[in-house]
Every structure is written in C-alpha cells, then in structure tokens.
C-alpha cells in the first residue's frame, strides 16, 4: 500500500513537497511514479524514479519545476513541485512498478493527495 502526503492550498508561485510511503514493501526495490489528475481531465504522467535511480519526467513542460527523489534511509520518494501553477491544481497519486519506470507495470496505487494552487 502507497501513501502519499504533502499536498495542501498554496499560492502561485508556491512550493509543495509531496512524500510518498509504502507499507508492506520496501520501495527501494521499485520503481516509484507520480501522476496527476485535475477535474474533467485524464491522468497523466509526472515523474518517475526507477531502482538505479534514474529519473523520467513523462511531461516535458513540468521538468525544471518539479523534482523527483528518494530517500532510501526514509525509504520515502519525493516530488517537489516548485513555481507552482493554478493549472498544477490536481490530485496526485503515487504508484508502483517493478524495477522500471514502465508506464503498464504501475500496479500499486496510493489513494490521492489533492494540491490546490489558487490566490
């Protein structure tokens, strides 16, 4: 199970970091994405970061402002979501795939952590 935590109200122009735990596994042997989804819109892909540490932003357009990362010690994986947006507003979800950052394999799903970016 994937919990993810971090999200909240910010203004534009904020910062967020939103932290993602497992129970159950250690997500060290996986590997570790984050998507979003905003109202009336698909899910889409942010970020991943695979086993070797490797990182894949799915978004051309978000790379530069957020930042993926793993705290192996934490056994914890960040996205810090910097210069944030009101078109940033969504709720994220992290997931699991194994090893590798292949979009079919996220299997694992945490439950969502809204991120509200307005004045």
């Known amino acids: 199970q994937l919990v993810e935590s971090g999200g909240g109200l910010v203004q534009p122009g904020g910062s967020l970091r939103l932290s993602c735990a497992a129970s159950?596994?250690?997500?060290?042997?996986?590997?570790i994405g984050w998507f979003r989804q905003a109202p009336g819109k698909e899910r889409e892909g942010v970020s991943c970061?695979?086993?070797?540490?490797?990182?894949?932003y799915y978004t051309d357009s978000l790379k530069g402002r957020f930042t993926i990362s793993r705290d192996k010690a934490k056994k914890l994986v960040y996205l810090q979501l910097n210069s944030l947006k009101p078109e940033d507003t969504a709720v994220y979800y992290c997931?699991?795939?194994?090893?590798?950052?292949?979009?079919?394999?996220?299997?694992?799903w945490g439950q969502g952590n809204q991120v509200n970016v307005s004045s």
């Open positions: 970061i695979d086993i070797m540490n490797r990182t894949t």
């Open positions: 159950g596994f250690g997500v060290d042997y996986y590997a």
């Open positions: 997931a699991a795939a194994p090893e590798y950052c292949d979009l079919g394999y996220f299997s694992s």
